[in-house]
Each structure stands twice: as C-alpha cells, then as structure tokens.
C-alpha cells in the first residue's frame, strides 16, 4: 500500500506541474493575442485620422468662388473658378472684353479669393466719372498703381507715359515721330476736343495709324 501511495505521487506531480506550464502558455497566447488587437484597432485610428486630415486638405485646395462679372464683357455672368483665379480668367469666362473696355486701365491680374462681383466700366463711363474699386479699376485721376495710393506722384510720372491730354509740347516731342508742328496740333486739337482714349490722337492732322503704333505703347489718357 505504501509503494502504491509513492508510485502515484511521483506521477501526479509532474502531471499537475506539466498541466500548469500548459495552462501558462495558454493564457500568455491570449494575451498577446488581445494585446495585438489592441495595437491593431489603435492602429486603424490613426489612419483614420490621417484619412480626415488628407480629405480637408483637398476640400481647400479645391475651393471655389463664385464670380459675378459684367459691364463691358461679351457675355457678362456668373462662373464659378478655383479660389485663387486671377480677374483675366474671369473675362476670358465672359467671352472678353469689349472694344469700349478700357483694358489698360483694369488690373487683369487682381487674385479671386471669395465671391465677388466685378463691373468692368467703358471708357465712357470713366471719363464721366466713373469710381470703382481702386484695386481693380484705376480711374484717369485716382494717381493708383492698383491699390497703392500715393499723393506725391501721379500715374503718369510713376509709369512713364505720356498724358496727351495734360502733356506739354516739350513732352509730347520726346515721343517718336511727334516734332513742335505736330504737338501743337495735338495741343490745338485737345482744347476743343479733350482725348477719351488714345486711339483719338489719330484725329490729329499727321498722326496715322503707323505713327500711332510707335506711341501708343508710350501714352495714355
């Protein structure tokens, strides 16, 4: 009896000790197991995040604006652009200016950031006074250059060209082809008759339209 009582201690033990190593492994498996999901839904968080971030970044990039233009366009309306188009792809858009748009005078690189509405005035309609947003329309006495003000030099004097409308005979002949006979005509002339677009000088006895070509990029109203 005490042989048999020995013989089965000595097989219980290691059985019981080799189930608890078993039962160990076990639960260090689920464990890891459990740990590794964790690790994984944490994980799936993060990119979801990133996957936010991404998106609100290319909802910026692609904003748009609404773009009202009118007045001396050939098709006047509203178009909707990338936030960020300059005023010249607007009247492209509106299918140019017309041939009364005074395009020298309009700041066709003016950035679009917001809804807006933009009146393009003739050449009329400034000489009779026309007042726009300086930094879109530079009117023939505002002294702007598109936004920046400035009371000690006019347009003229910070550009370089030519006012053939205020413009002295001594100024008028630093242009080419101009001699003293022909800036006093078109002196003569300007009195009766005050220049609303460059183009009128060609009313001037002996101004043509060559002549004009060689000015016109030098002079302005």
Known sequence: MGKKRQIKKTVVYPVAFMLLVAVSIVYKCILNRQSS???????????????VLIDETTVTEDRTCQVYICGAVNSPGVFTMPCG??????????????????????????????????????????????????????TNDSGYIWGTPTTEQTYEEVSGLI?????SREELMTLPGIGESTADAIIAYREETPFTSTQDIMNVSGIGESKYNRIKDLICV
Do not use: F, H
């Open 163 to 167: 006012n053939i409308n205020t413009a």
């Open 85 to 138: 188009s300059i005023l010249n792809d607007a009247v492209l858009l509106a299918g140019g200016l017309t041939e009364d748009a005074p395009a020298e005078r309009i700041n066709l690189v003016y950035e679009l950031d917001a809804n807006i509405s933009v009146y393009i005035p003739t050449r009329d309609e400034l000489q009779n006074g026309y007042s726009g947003d300086p930094l879109i329309i530079r």
């Open 37 to 51: 999901g964790m690790v994984i839904k944490s994980s799936g968080t993060v990119a979801s995040e990133e996957t």
